[in-house]
């Protein structure tokens, strides 16, 4: 691009020359196409079909109307959520590519020796979706209507009670552990990979405690195949708005939940940080995902991005103790 000003004086050219690439310097951004102009990428760091992947599916449709730009999830299962958590990490700080957190994300820094991002420094906060309860559920052939009649048990029969989970280090699995440390009761852990399983061994009599998740209880408790005494969570759950929580029905303090949030890429911009917040906020207030958020019994919680980070730090120092007080460590 060439300019002529014949009537300039030679010093004032000068001037203008250096100037000038600096004022088109300043007005380059300005000219870019709005955030976003091309589609976005939802990693879930889980196999398609799971729960966190169906409402990462609807929370997708609902931010693509929002943003008018497609929001396509993409699979990367594998390491407990590491894999598509560190691809996120690793990716440009734009907010093209997000990853749908979940309660993996904050217990991983206790359970491995090491990770290939930093929890705390590698991420930037975008909105926390949703929180859910799971639900302590127990054989009904066993004579344990309430979680007093389950404790008393525990207490007189030390080991004698086997719970299932669905893999060590999971929210099943952990929930478990904060319920025999608070409660002072021995019950032995069977790890199974997967929920399916676990509910089989279950509904045989293999085991006779579960703390799953409402949507994977929800059939099982209505057709009278599983007995439910309790949910986990602080509050009462909406999928199951009789049944008492755990602090309700004799073991004060227990609180354990199942969460989902989004992250970007730490350092992305926070313009850009805030218009997928308000596509987040706006999608969960649609039918569709107000529709899933009860099928899967969660409690729809979009704050500011301030709160997502300050919850996962206080979910990761908690879980610490537990993990370590358990001695629980993964191998890497």
Do not use: C
Request: overall charge neutral.
């Amino acid at each position: 691009m060439f300019f002529s000003f014949p009537h300039l004086t030679r010093r004032s050219s000068r001037i203008l020359a250096v100037l000038l690439p600096a004022v088109l310097a300043l007005a380059a951004p300005l000219a870019r196409a709005e955030f976003p102009d091309r589609p976005l990428t939802l990693v879930v760091p889980f196999a398609p079909g799971g729960g966190t992947d169906n409402t990462a599916r609807t929370l997708a449709q609902g931010m693509s109307v929002n943003l008018d730009k497609a929001v396509v999830v993409e699979n990367r299962a594998g390491g407990g959520t590491i894999i598509g958590t560190n691809y996120v990490a690793h990716s440009k700080p734009d907010g093209y590519t997000m990853v749908m957190a979940t309660f993996a994300h904050a217990v991983n820094p206790a359970l491995h020796s090491s990770l290939p991002y930093d929890t705390d420094k590698a991420f930037e906060p975008v909105a926390l979706i949703a929180r859910s309860a799971n639900v302590l559920v127990v054989n009904p052939k066993l004579p344990f209507h309430s979680v007093k009649d389950l404790l008393a048990y525990a207490k007189a029969n030390p080991g004698k009670l086997n719970y299932g989970s669905t893999g060590v280090g999971t929210s099943a699995h952990l929930a478990g552990e904060l319920l025999k440390d608070l409660a002072g009761i021995s019950m032995t852990h069977v790890a199974y990979k997967g929920a399916a399983p676990a509910v089989t061994d279950l509904l045989s009599g293999q085991i006779q405690v579960m703390l799953i998740t409402a949507a994977s209880a929800t059939s099982y408790v209505k057709s009278g195949q599983l007995r439910a005494l309790a949910v986990t969570s602080v509050q009462r759950s909406p999928a199951f708005p009789d049944l008492p929580t755990l602090a309700e029905a004799g073991v004060p303090g227990y609180q354990a939940e199942s969460w989902t949030g989004v992250f970007v890429a730490a350092g992305t911009p926070q313009p850009v940080v805030m218009r997928l917040h308000d596509a987040i906020a706006a999608a969960v207030k649609t039918d569709a995902f107000q529709k899933q958020a009860a099928i899967e019994g969660l409690t729809v919680d979009v704050g500011e991005p301030r709160q997502l980070s300050d919850y996962v730090s206080a979910e990761e120092k908690r879980w610490r103790q537990v993990i370590q007080d358990a001695k629980i460590q993964l191998l890497d």
